[in-house]
């Protein structure tokens, strides 16, 4: 027996599409996800790894840089105080 006060319910419609009344992904739309995410993790991953062996590559050069400038600055330091007497640069032979 009806109440008397409640609207009628609304009958469901039927959809003339196969897929309106499936809920969630396939598993090859899932397998499809997850390949393009692997693809994409993988791309990132070598960026990743290449930025760091650029990091390290400039590094081992600024340390050799940095080594031939302290050589070349000493060097120009010792070259720069040494003092030679006119003495020493001729050798004059005895006339006897």
């Known amino acids: 027996m009806k109440e008397q006060g409640q609207p009628p319910l609304p009958k469901r419609r039927r959809s003339l599409s196969p897929a309106a009344g499936r809920r969630g992904f396939t598993l090859m739309e899932v397998t499809v996800a997850l390949a393009i995410l692997a693809l994409l993790l993988s791309l990132v991953y070598?960026?990743?790894?290449?930025?760091?062996?650029?990091?390290?590559?400039?590094?081992?050069?600024?340390?050799?840089?940095?080594?031939?400038?302290?050589?070349?600055?000493?060097?120009?330091?010792?070259?720069?105080?040494?003092?030679?007497?006119?003495?020493?640069?001729?050798?004059?032979?005895?006339?006897?």
């Open 46 to 96: 070598q960026a990743f790894v290449r930025t760091i062996r650029s990091q390290e590559i400039v590094t081992e050069d600024a340390a050799a840089y940095h080594a031939a400038r302290v050589i070349l600055d000493r060097l120009h330091y010792e070259l720069t105080n040494t003092y030679i007497r006119r003495e020493s640069l001729f050798v004059i032979a005895d006339e006897s």
